[in-house]
């Protein structure tokens, strides 16, 4: 029998309670299907260790994790630390540092679930979103000067590659034709922005004569806020930059119900290093501690996971059960039920064991 070690990373606030869960439910699909084991180990990374040691984790952290085939990670941030200290602390030192350079994030209405947009339902909207992960406005380029003077400038460089942009688009243009569409929008502001990505432009268009059955557009990210919100069925995958793609993907996650609902996978599809698997929400400190966190986001970067690791039918039998689960109304708060973190994991975890398929 396979067994798959995890390394899990609940981390700040609502972390531990989606990480819970979402274990919880991987066990219940281990223990149904029998073909594999989880050897789970948890790591206390995050910001109490910050408070107390004045670092999120340890100084040979990726090398622990190089041991691992997987992380699940819950989310990281804290009240009373800045952010840009918990995310440069721990999750990017994670993604960057196993050239995680691919980041998926799927989005769909779940039976249940009702989209802020009128008129569009399940089936309606169901996106991919590729999100280039390792570079770009993220690539840790830039500097203050005369801190604190009335003359002071702060700069932020985006840096993009001619590999790390070729990279991100043959990916996500394999992934558009592995959809049943085939079809991909590649998403810039070459507009304002002349170089970097004037050059995404052109790579796409290059990289698009490798892929002849897959239709592609381009779209300006402001049009393309816009498109979401009107033309939700006109879209399938799309690609964009590290910036771009975080906003749109929040705004894909509220389209589609709320935010408790959207899930990501930090992939090194290269499969030199462990990638990374997690919920797209922050650490959510006004839900911290209530027992309503929505668990949803969790279960479907576990499924993710579970795909990425070779086990599809576990993966898929998660997402059923997850989707059957909504669609009975068992949901927390965020999505106009009433039911707690836990009461959901439990449902997720019967309709796991009962399910004759
Ligand atoms: P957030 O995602 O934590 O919360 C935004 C809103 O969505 C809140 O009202 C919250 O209650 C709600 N929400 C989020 N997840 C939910 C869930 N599973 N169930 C129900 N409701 C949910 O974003 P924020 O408030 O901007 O950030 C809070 C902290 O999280 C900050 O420190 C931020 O830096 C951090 N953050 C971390 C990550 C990450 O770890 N990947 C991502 C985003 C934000
Ligand atoms: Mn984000």
Redesign the pocket.
């Known amino acids: 029998m396979k067994t798959y070690k995890i390394a899990a990373i609940p981390?700040?606030?609502?972390?531990p309670e989606?990480i819970a869960a979402g274990l919880q439910a991987l066990e219940a699909l281990a223990r149904r299907d029998g073909g594999f084991r989880l050897d789970v180990t948890k790591f206390d990374w995050g910001s109490a260790r910050y408070k107390k040691t004045g670092a999120l984790m340890p100084e040979d952290g990726t090398e622990q994790l190089k041991a691992f085939d997987a992380i699940f990670?819950?989310?990281?941030?804290?009240?009373d630390v800045p952010?840009h200290v918990?995310?440069w602390g721990l999750?990017l030192p994670i993604c960057q540092g196993f050239d995680q350079y691919a980041n998926v994030r799927p989005t769909k209405i779940l039976p249940g679930i009702s989209s802020p947009l009128a008129g569009v339902k399940t089936g309606d909207l169901d996106w991919v979103i590729v999100r280039e992960n390792s570079e770009g406005e993220y690539s840790g380029h830039g500097g203050r000067a005369h801190k604190g003077l009335p003359e002071e400038v702060g700069t932020e460089v985006s840096i993009f590659t001619r590999v790390g942009v070729t990279r991100i688009m043959r990916y996500a243009f394999a992934l558009a034709q592995a959809r049943p569409r085939k079809f991909l929008t590649v998403v810039t502001k070459s507009n304002a922005q002349r170089f970097g990505m004037v050059m995404w432009d052109e790579i796409a268009a290059e990289v698009a004569t490798e892929f002849p059955d897959v239709k592609w557009d381009k779209m300006l990210v402001d049009a393309m806020t816009v498109r979401m919100v009107r033309a939700p069925r006109s879209l399938d995958t799309i690609v964009a930059t590290n910036l771009h793609a975080d906003i749109l993907s929040d705004l894909a996650g509220a389209l589609a119900g709320?935010?408790?609902v959207a899930p990501t996978g930090n992939i090194d599809p290269e499969r030199r290093f462990p990638s990374m698997f997690?919920?797209?929400?922050?650490?959510?400190?006004?839900?911290t501690g209530k027992g309503?966190?929505?668990?949803v986001?969790t279960f479907w970067t576990a499924a993710q996971m579970l795909e990425h690791l070779g086990e599809k039918d576990a993966a898929d039998r998660l997402m059923r059960s997850v989707e059957n689960v909504c669609a009975s109304g068992i949901m927390?708060p965020?999505v106009n039920g009433t039911a707690t973190t836990q009461q959901v994991t439990d449902a997720v975890c019967e309709a796991i064991r009962s399910e004759n398929i």
Not at 11 to 15: E, M, Q, S, T, V
Not at 73 to 79: D, E, I, K, S
């Open positions: 981390a700040d606030g609502i972390g989606v990670f819950g989310a990281v941030g804290a009240p952010d918990t995310l999750r709320s935010l408790g997690e919920p797209i929400h922050g650490s959510a400190f006004d839900i309503i966190a929505n668990p986001a927390t965020d």
